[in-house]
């Protein structure tokens, strides 16, 4: 149980870094590039991904360039709506795209939708539509018009989600997958970076690489994490998966909320309890 805690911290310690990424001073496309920089050499060293697998006949090249595009792009709104919406929804919203997944789930991969996962879908829509809701503010905050990047994290991890269930279904291994799909992240990023720098809109410097190696490091361990967790409680990954997520949803909460005095409407507070509950419902067997 102790790597689910440990993957769980890693997750909401991306956020926090996020969140003091304007207080420090961080340009965050910058350090977002050097974190798939830092997440590719761990994926190499400690995963030990086989390349040689990716040329095999019914690879999913579309959907790994795919991946490839889709992973900091979403990384980015993911700083965006930290900064707009704050760490308590922002990982609540990550955490209930697995409805979305749950869907495609059930329309394209053949899973079987028992009524305790209907119901915790309906619970888990309502959680999320409750999430969308925010405390009243003036229209000039950019907390007010907090929904559309939630929204988009939403249905951004769930497409990624889906993403990786269609590599995988392919045969492609996971670890080979996310190697290659980091190393052409880092290279998008890369070139992007080098053009904001000859346009003179950011400078290399090393507090930006430092706190992308930093930022990667618990990018990958959230994921290393998980995957040991999953190992070592074999028998029991819906055990793993709910703990995950509620733990995210629970400890993401409390920092938010005690670290960073974060504003949640009473709405917001019986979305987090029905977002636990659509969790619970829907990881069990």
């Known amino acids: 149980m102790i790597f689910v805690l440990l993957a769980a911290t890693c997750s909401v310690l991306v956020s926090v870094l996020l969140k003091l990424a304007r207080r420090y001073e961080v340009d965050v496309p910058q350090a977002i590039t050097w974190n798939y920089f830092a997440a590719s050499i761990l994926c190499w060293f400690l995963l030990n991904p086989q390349l040689a697998s990716l040329p095999q006949p019914g690879a999913q090249w579309i959907v790994l360039l795919g991946l490839a595009v889709a992973l900091p792009t979403l990384f980015l709104v993911l700083a965006a709506s930290v900064r707009r919406a704050g760490i308590v929804l ?13 869907m495609a789930a059930f329309l394209f991969f053949g899973e079987s939708a028992s009524t305790q996962k209907i119901i915790g879908l309906i619970l888990g829509l309502i959680a999320v539509a409750g999430i969308l809701i925010r405390p009243e503010r003036s229209a000039a905050d950019p907390g ?3 929904w559309p990047v939630l929204l988009t994290v939403w249905v951004g991890l769930a497409l990624i989600d889906v993403m990786l269930k269609c590599v995988a279904a392919a045969g492609t291994p996971f670890a080979s997958s996310l190697q290659l799909s980091f190393l052409l992240a880092f290279v998008g990023m890369l070139l ?24 990667g490091i618990l990018n990958f361990a ?3 994490f998980y995957v040991k967790a999953h190992k070592a409680l074999s028998t029991q990954p819906a055990v793993v998966f709910a703990t ?7 400890l993401g909460s409390l920092v938010g909320v005690f670290a960073f005095g974060e504003r949640l409407s009473r709405i917001n507070y019986v979305a987090i309890g029905l977002a636990i509950g659509a969790i619970t419902l829907i990881s069990k067997t």
Do not use: P
Request: charged content about 15%; aromatic content about 2%; glycine content about 6%.
């Open 90 to 102: 922002t990982d609540i919203a990550q955490r209930m795209s697995l409805l979305l997944s749950l």
């Open 244 to 250: 995950m997520n509620i733990g995210v949803v629970v």
């Open 144 to 146: 007010a018009r907090a």
């Open 192 to 215: 992007w970076q080098c053009l904001r720098m000859l346009r003179r809109q950011t400078r290399l410097n090393l507090r930006n690489c430092g706190a992308g190696v930093l930022l």
């Open 222 to 224: 959230n994921i290393l």
